[in-house]
Every structure is written in structure tokens, then in C-alpha cells.
């Protein structure tokens, strides 16, 4: 069975401090992985990807992740949150590359 | 280039009749996915279009939902009878075959009174 779990519902962070959003992943197969980021009244936009090549992953707005196979995680890290990033944050496993299990999301708050 | 639409954008209706919601995946883009999104809740998986194979439909959650796509373009869901728990927002997302990020619309509001 495959599913995802977003450990923390909600984050609040200081601007300009470490952003760790956390994702933990059950899967059958060997998984692709996506974060994706909804801002409020906007559509859901692909922050990065892992698709079995390397284990850290770069995205967009200073955004990484990091695959851990051992730990069955895949955290979204940033070394220093913007205002800009306030946001819901969706982990998303595909273990086929055909279906998509969503996690429930982690809303995140920056303050400043 | 045009990325995914749908409309309505809201739709307000009263409980026991139906509604349709409209898809328009990006051009080219062979997969066709539609999700509900609950309040505070992540994404329902509903159905799954990939070129022309049968659709995958595990996640409509009642013989009420149904989907087709036409063409292996527009794609159109349908509930019927509509009940309140139905009031959600209702997102489209397509993928162009082979690639893994899915591209998604603005959503359609949901509203059943």
C-alpha cells in the first residue's frame, strides 16, 4: 500500500530562519516523490521532484529535498524562510508514475 | 502557452441536482487527473485518463461521480444528485506522457446548499 504522511499540520517560522517541513512515504516499489506548494487562491505548482537519481533535489525559491530510503523520508528544507513562502505545502509519492497519493499538507507561516 | 483550465470557477447548487465541471488539459498532455479538495484536507484522488485505455476510477468515491474525456482532450465530471458533503473544490491536473509533474487548474468551487 502506498501513502504519505506530513508529520506537522501546521509550521510557523521567523523570517529569515530554516524552513523543515517533513514527509514520511510507504510504498511498494521504488517511488518518484514531488513537493508541491498551493498559495492561497492559487493552483498547485510543482516544487521539485525525486525520480531516483540523485537524492538531494534543488527546486524553485532555494527549496530542497532529500530522499532517505533507510528513513523512508523525503523532507523539504530551506535555509531561510521569505514572506513569500507562506503557503500550503503538499508531499506527494507516485510509486508507478501513474497515481498520485497526496499528503494532507502542512500549512506554513512565516512572521515577520 | 495555455496551461490547464476549468470551469465553472464557482459553482453554487442546491442539493439533489447535478452539476458538471470542465476540464481543459494542456495540449498534447496524454494523462488527465481529477482531485477533491476538502477543506483543511489534502488531495482525493477521484479518476485517471491516460490516452485512450480504459480510465482508472477507484477513487470516485459513489456511483453519483462520473467522468469522461472526449477526444483525449475535454474532460467533463459529472455528480449526480448532489449531496452537501459533496461541496469541495474540485481540481483537474495533465501530464504529458512519460514526465512525472503534473500541471493543474485553478479548481472549481464547489458549493452545495
Known amino acids: 500500500a502506498q501513502s504519505v504522511t506530513q508529520l506537522d499540520s501546521h509550521v510557523s517560522v521567523s523570517e529569515g530562519t530554516p524552513v523543515l517541513l517533513r514527509c514520511n512515504y510507504s510504498?511498494?516499489?521504488?517511488?518518484?516523490l514531488f513537493w508541491y506548494v498551493q498559495h492561497p487562491n492559487k493552483g498547485l505548482q510543482l516544487l521539485l521532484k525525486?525520480?531516483?537519481?540523485?537524492?538531494l533535489v534543488k527546486g524553485i525559491n532555494g527549496f530542497e529535498a532529500e530522499f532517505k530510503k533507510s528513513e523512508t523520508s523525503f523532507h523539504l528544507t530551506k535555509p531561510s524562510a521569505h514572506m513569500s513562502d507562506a503557503a500550503e505545502y503538499f508531499c506527494?509519492?507516485?510509486?508507478?508514475?501513474?497515481?498520485?497519493?497526496f499528503g494532507t499538507g502542512t500549512s506554513l507561516t512565516v512572521i515577520p | 502557452g495555455a496551461g490547464v483550465s476549468q470551469s465553472p470557477s464557482n459553482k453554487v447548487t442546491e442539493k439533489g441536482k447535478d452539476v458538471e465541471l470542465r476540464c481543459d488539459p494542456i495540449?498534447?498532455?496524454?494523462?488527465l487527473y481529477w482531485y477533491r479538495q476538502s477543506l483543511g484536507q489534502g488531495l482525493e484522488f477521484l479518476i485517471y485518463?491516460?490516452?485512450?485505455?480504459?480510465?482508472?476510477k477507484s477513487g470516485l468515491p459513489s456511483d453519483r461521480f462520473s467522468a469522461e474525456r472526449t477526444g483525449g482532450s475535454v474532460s467533463t465530471l459529472t455528480i449526480q444528485r448532489t449531496q452537501q458533503e459533496d461541496s469541495a473544490v474540485y481540481l483537474c491536473?495533465?501530464?504529458?506522457?512519460?514526465?512525472?509533474?503534473?500541471?493543474f487548474g485553478p479548481g472549481t468551487r464547489l458549493t452545495v446548499t
Open positions: 491536473a495533465s501530464r504529458l506522457r512519460g514526465s512525472g509533474e503534473q500541471y
Open positions: 510504498s511498494s516499489y521504488s517511488p518518484s
Open positions: 525525486y525520480t531516483s537519481a540523485a537524492t
Open positions: 506527494v509519492v507516485s510509486p508507478t508514475g501513474n497515481q498520485f497519493y
Open positions: 495540449s498534447g498532455h496524454t494523462a
Open positions: 485518463f491516460q490516452g485512450n485505455s480504459a480510465p482508472d
